[in-house]
């Protein structure tokens, strides 16, 4: 075992290569690069991000020469009558001075280091930011695993015991209705109803505390934090829980319909016994090692839209807004680290099905 991890703990090397290597090639050709959003805010829009990068560069802008500067600012969208000299400095300030192939292997050593950088419009480093951006995202990946898990194991089970019963086909009706129900429909649907829409106003709209936390005694805060997460998870677990609870189903029930279950009833073992003291092992095999993926898929996936609608300051509203603001340092280091992730959790997973059924040997199958 020993062997196989190191081998996959190896191949993380270029798979992390690659995956890096081909967004930044991409990137390299996406418009609207760091450079011209600053320009753009300049010259039209205005913005924070822009007055504390250029550093009085926009007053060195209003001293234009187009032709001195046509040759440097071309190449970026609207730079036309800027001073090539605060282009320049721009290109500098961000890297872009230095050519690409260099910039992608400074980038992997420092990301090798665990040095992400400085976002480019935050005045704040990269990791900083995602660590204050974190306890949102895990919050909402850790609920909604925990409730999906603890409804659809449950259900599932009882689906595979009642199979085709009035019982199983009525919940698979609405488990099948709750899948197919985005789940950002779903959660503007709860704020109309129940969060000061057109009916009733029991839920707050927006972030994961009241304006009033400090002052909370200890129960007082986990009753608000509890208060500001209903919406946000119901809408997500609606559609959370479906694929989980079809999984356990069709695992007991091919279980079930197996040899050594026959053999067991035969034997005078209750249903019970038979159920949880034979098949709950086997047939869980599949669910409980999946359970690492599904927890990163709901932490770092799961929560983008619900996040916008809730305002809920977490990583997936960061990463989405780090795209749009083409904040490269923050969109790279959260694909590096998510990606490592990944890889981790996906090694996790298959050592967990080693140490739940010692049966399966992954070494043994790679010779």
């Known amino acids: 075992m020993g062997a196989y991890i190191?081998?996959?703990?190896?191949?993380?090397?270029?798979?992390?290569?690659?995956?890096?290597?081909?967004?930044?090639?991409?990137?390299?050709?996406?418009?609207?690069?760091?450079?011209?959003?600053?320009?753009?805010?300049?010259?039209?829009?205005?913005?924070?991000?822009a007055d504390r990068l250029s550093g009085g560069g926009a007053d060195a802008g209003n001293n234009t020469n187009f032709d001195a500067g046509g040759e440097i600012s071309s190449k970026y969208r609207g730079a036309q009558g800027l001073d090539p000299e605060f282009i320049a400095q721009l290109e500098k300030q961000f890297g872009f001075d230095k050519p690409p192939l260099e910039r992608f292997f400074k980038m992997l050593w420092d990301y090798a280091r665990f040095d992400f950088g400085e976002s480019f419009f935050r005045d704040i480093s990269v990791i900083d930011l995602i660590i204050e951006k974190m306890p949102v995202s895990i919050s909402i990946g850790l609920w909604i695993t925990l409730l999906s898990y603890l409804i659809s194991i449950p259900l599932g089970i009882r689906k595979a015991v009642k199979d085709g019963s009035a019982f199983d086909v009525w919940t698979s009706g609405i488990v099948i209705v709750g899948y197919a129900i985005p789940g950002f429909l779903f959660a503007i649907l709860l704020m109309v109803l129940f969060a000061g829409g057109s009916f009733y106003d029991w839920f707050p709209l927006r972030g994961l505390t009241s304006d009033n936390w400090s002052e909370l005694s200890l129960w007082g805060k986990i009753v608000d934090y509890f208060w500001h997460l209903t919406l946000p998870l119901t809408a997500m677990v609606l559609s959370a829980f479906a694929t989980t609870t079809l999984l356990t189903k069709n695992s007991f029930l091919d279980e079930i319909r197996k040899q050594y279950v026959t053999t067991a009833r035969s034997k005078g073992l209750t249903e019970r016994q038979v159920l949880y003291g034979h098949v709950f092992r086997n047939a869980m095999l599949i669910v409980i090692a999946g359970f690492p993926g599904a927890f990163i898929s709901a932490f770092f996936t799961g929560s983008l839209l619900i996040e916008n609608i809730f305002s809920l300051d977490g990583l997936g509203l960061l990463g989405y807004r780090s795209v749009l603001d083409r904040d490269y340092p923050v969109v790279f280091a959260n694909l590096y680290i998510f990606a490592l992730i990944g890889l981790i959790v996906s090694l996790i997973s298959d050592l967990t099905y080693t140490w739940i059924d010692p049966r399966i040997d992954f070494e043994r199958r790679d010779v």
């Open 6 to 49: 190191l081998r996959r703990i190896l191949l993380m090397i270029p798979t992390l290569f690659g995956i890096m290597a081909v967004s930044f090639a991409v990137i390299q050709f996406a418009p609207g690069g760091p450079v011209e959003q600053v320009i753009a805010r300049i010259t039209g829009q205005g913005g924070d991000s």
